[in-house]
């Protein structure tokens, strides 16, 4: 659990200091900090409003109490063991098993879930993948990626600037300045890595839900189950209505079965997850 911290924790640093050097290698510290500037005020329009974002994106509409009592039941009992508000509760009109946790903080927050999974998920399966969501909701895991995209965002935008620099030649420090290999490393090379940097932060994120999860109810065979018929359900029920952009927040893939969507995913590979929660079902020291 503690690695997954730290390594949020290194790979936030190791984007901070791609950003650092490039607004120093284009203009100087103001570069970066103007760059961080124009990414923050984007994201954090995104970041307010990402409840009605999210919940817009799929169609999903809140549900109330007398409409779905056990599931609200159920929300409630897991946000009182973790110590949060209790979630709103939606439920988008989509065939293929699914649920993501938004909202900017706690006492702003909401869990979606599918058609598919009330149709797929018993009880105890179910509660399961409230956990995980409501970790994720604990974890402030939405401020989290939204720090993320933020700073991805100034790196990329610096970047652009350095493209359209380069083709007039200004730009860059003067030892550097037409330097193909520079200009092929910041250009091509950069991006790659803050891609992979922003999965691995992704990733961390999902295997500190899934411990947390399991944590609050207890029962960490609950959401192995769930991510069982999860991964079959996925494949089995292809969603052409669920947003590219928005995979990442699923507690399973929905483009799970694509070559590129696994090998750029968003999610650690469903078997280790599950090997990792029943591995923890079978450590006493868990439950205490």
Do not use: C
């Not at 988008?92 to 599918?114: C, E, W």
């Not at 652009?160 to 091509?188: E, K, Q």
């Not at 928005?246 to 929905?254: E, G």
């Amino acid at each position: 659990m503690w690695v997954n911290t730290l390594k949020t924790f290194v790979l936030l640093t190791a984007l901070t200091l791609i950003l650092v050097y490039l607004g120093q290698y284009f203009g100087g510290s103001s570069g970066g900090l103007i760059a961080l500037t124009v990414a923050a005020v984007m994201n954090l329009a995104a970041w307010f409003f990402s409840d009605r974002i999210a919940v817009a994106s799929v169609g999903a509409r809140e549900v109330s109490e007398e409409e779905a009592p056990e599931l609200h039941r159920m929300v409630e009992e897991v946000a009182e063991s973790a110590g949060v508000p209790k979630p709103r509760v939606y439920v988008a009109p989509i065939l293929q098993p699914n649920a993501f946790a938004t909202g900017r903080d706690p006492k702003h927050s909401a869990v979606v879930f599918t058609q598919g999974i009330l149709n797929l998920l018993n009880r105890r399966e179910l509660k399961g993948v409230v956990a995980h969501e409501i970790a994720h909701i604990k974890n402030m895991d939405i401020l989290i990626m939204s720090v993320v995209a933020t700073i991805a965002g100034a790196i990329m935008y610096l970047l652009d600037l350095l493209r359209w620099a380069s083709l007039f030649g200004f730009g860059g420090r003067d030892r550097d300045r037409g330097n193909p290999l520079i200009l092929l490393a910041m250009l091509i090379v950069i991006p790659i890595v803050v891609m992979l940097i922003k999965l691995a932060i992704s990733r961390a994120r999902e295997y500190l839900a899934d411990y947390w999860g399991a944590k609050f109810i207890r029962d960490p065979e609950a959401l192995a189950s769930a991510l069982e018929k999860l991964a079959y359900g996925v494949q089995a029920v292809p969603s052409a209505e669920v947003p590219q952009h928005m995979s990442h927040m699923f507690i399973v893939n929905p483009l799970s079965g694509d070559f590129l969507a696994e090998l750029f995913s968003t999610h650690p590979p469903l078997e280790k997850r599950i090997k990792r929660l029943r591995e923890l079902a079978n450590d006493p020291s868990f439950f205490l």
